[in-house]
């Protein structure tokens, strides 16, 4: 678009015109004619593209294109959908060529005779405008030969973001299924779930499978270690003429850890005190073993330690406290030998150890107390509490049974159990349930308190009041629970609320399939989950990729439970599938 200005004597009065007068007229005009924008107001779209049209089409035999077409309801955007296309079996590499809302996709390679090849575009393609994205994968099946393959598998992944995740499914047949690794194979079939984590893979030859949820990071097909979250089905199957399909495959994702965890920072804190600072957190059996040395880099000798410790609240921590003081500005090395992580990692030990300068200063802090996870006058605190108090350092034994007491609102002292859980932490469990509704008081006695270093306090009580749960404002969940597999492993069943704060959960565990009931569930909504403990550890095993190692059998109930508060939901039937 252009200005066409004539002579002035056609128009004598423009001569009149300053240089801003013409700015303002000629402006407006070339705003105009500026790129293409959407234009503004109305509803916002938020429908889903969609496949309207393919060549060939689906379910097509005795075709052996060189290309396939794919058409869209709208207009899409390309790079979204060539990251979106998975072709089975692998028919090479792949060339697109875009005219509106359809793309061409040729084939590199030559088809193979009598296979059925699918075409799998994943939820990942979003239109241009508002980036929506398709609701579902799609599949488009066709053959080289006369009959299209009926293999189906369907399934869901449980995860906080579900959509998105490829699922991976490898043929057995010919492979020795010890040595598939999904890290250095590419799948032989690939879809992607949608938004509620559901997936098919339709169109399979029939045969023995393996199949694993992949949350792909780099795009290449492959599982990564430590960057791909993972998830692994509780067994292999078999895709047979009798038994064409399998259905409610369900995952929830883990991420592999090999990585060997490493001193990140020691400091001194005081002229005894040692604080080692991991790179991750630390299985606290692990120090039952482990070996740690300090050693005068100076002299090269080694200090006698009086105690090492992990920080049970914060198991990345340890604490290490000498036999001798500390020196300024002597340097010191730390060695550490034996520990692992959560993930049984074993610390590597051909590292040279960490220095750091001593302290000459003295310890003058006396240590504090508090409650684990609570805060003083807490309500609603379950009617079987296991208190755990916690120092902020090592401290000498003491007695327990004298120095912590609790009691209730009336002074009388509540039974209950003492025990020590670490050199900074201790546990009281009453003896029995307490009842709702009522407070009570932990009193500790401090002057029965002297810290590794020697402070202590003198005269003085330390007092943490809490109030039971009122039962009033509580409802219970009863059911049973069923399984069509007759399975070894007792079953861990847990409801979760939705809507409360804080969270709160509650877990049973049966020895075997049967009827269930969760009580003093305060008032809200609640999912349930139950896992097969096929370990007998109380902790869902996720399984491994390579090598395989199956996951425990999982179920979730399919709607959300509502809890009121005296009032009890009976009948919930949980099925194991």
Not at 189 to 210: A, C, E, I, N
Not at 242 to 270: H, I, M, N, Q
Not at 448 to 457: A, C, K, N, P
């Amino acid at each position: 678009m252009y200005l066409n200005v004539t002579t002035r004597t056609m128009v004598p009065e423009l001569e009149n015109f300053s240089p801003l007068m013409w700015a303002a007229i000629i402006a407006p005009l070339f705003a105009g004619c500026a790129g293409q924008v959407a234009p503004g107001g109305g509803p916002r779209d938020t429908i889903p593209p969609a496949i309207v049209r393919t060549v060939p089409d689906s379910n097509a035999v005795r075709v052996k294109p060189d290309a396939i077409t794919l058409e869209f309801s709208k207009y899409v955007d390309r790079r979204t959908v060539e990251e979106s296309i998975f072709i089975s079996p692998y028919p090479g590499d792949l060339r697109y060529d875009w005219s509106g809302k359809a793309v061409t996709v040729a084939f590199s390679g030559k088809l193979r005779e009598n296979t059925t090849y699918v075409v799998s575009v994943g939820t990942d393609v979003a239109d241009v405008r508002e980036g929506n994205r398709m609701a579902s994968s799609f599949a488009l099946a066709f053959s080289t030969g006369d009959s299209i393959d009926r293999g189906f598998i369907n399934g869901r992944v449980f995860d906080e973001k579900p959509d998105g995740i490829l699922i991976f499914a490898y043929r057995l047949s010919g492979l020795l299924p010890d040595t598939l690794d999904p890290s250095r194979v590419k799948p032989d079939y690939v879809t992607q779930t949608g938004k509620d984590g559901t997936f098919s893979l339709s169109h399979l030859t029939f045969g023995p499978y393996r199949v694993f949820a992949v949350r792909d990071e780099y795009h290449n097909f492959l599982y990564d270690r430590q960057i791909d979250q993972y998830g692994v089905a509780p067994r292999d199957f078999i895709l047979s003429p009798g038994e064409p399909s399998v259905g409610d495959l369900w995952y929830r994702l883990s991420r592999e850890d090999t990585t060997r965890p490493f001193t990140a920072g020691v400091k001194a804190l005081d002229r005894n005190r040692i604080a080692v600072r991991f790179s991750e957190p630390l299985d606290s059996a692990s120090f039952t073993r482990s070996s740690f040395t300090v050693v005068d880099t100076l002299s090269r000798q080694a200090l006698p330690l009086r105690l090492v410790y992990l920080d049970r609240f914060q198991p990345s921590v340890a604490g290490v406290f000498t036999g001798v003081p500390l020196d300024s500005p002597r340097v010191y090395r730390l060695t550490v030998r034996g520990v692992s992580d959560l993930a049984g990692n074993l610390i590597d030990e051909t590292a040279p150890g960490e220095t750091f300068e001593g302290t000459l200063t003295p310890d003058t802090v006396r240590p504090s107390i508090g409650v684990r996870d609570m805060r003083d006058s807490t309500r609603s605190v379950a009617l079987a509490p296991v208190i755990e108090v916690r120092f902020s350092d090592p401290v000498l034994p003491f007695s327990l049974t004298r120095g912590a007491v609790l009691t209730d609102s009336t002074k009388k002292e509540v039974p209950a159990r003492a025990l020590w859980t670490g050199p900074a932490s201790f546990a009281l469990i009453p003896r029995g349930h307490l009842p709702a509704n009522a407070w009570f008081t932990l009193r500790v006695t401090m002057d029965s308190v002297r810290s590794l270093g020697g402070r202590t306090y003198r005269d003085s009580t330390f007092a943490f009041h809490f109030q039971t749960l009122d039962l009033r404002n509580t409802g219970s969940i009863s059911g049973n629970v069923q399984d069509v597999r007759d399975v070894k492993g007792g079953i861990v069943l847990t409801a979760s609320s939705i809507n409360i704060t804080p969270p709160h959960s509650s877990t049973v565990r049966l020895e075997s399939p049967g009827p269930f009931a969760l009580a003093e569930l305060p008032e809200g909504k609640y999912t349930i989950s139950a896992f097969r403990d096929s370990a007998g550890s109380a902790e869902y095993v996720f399984g491994l990729p390579a090598p395989f190692r199956p996951s425990d059998r999982f179920t979730v109930f399919r709607d959300t439970i509502r809890v009121r508060a005296r009032w009890g939901v009976e009948g919930v039937l949980v099925k194991f599938r």
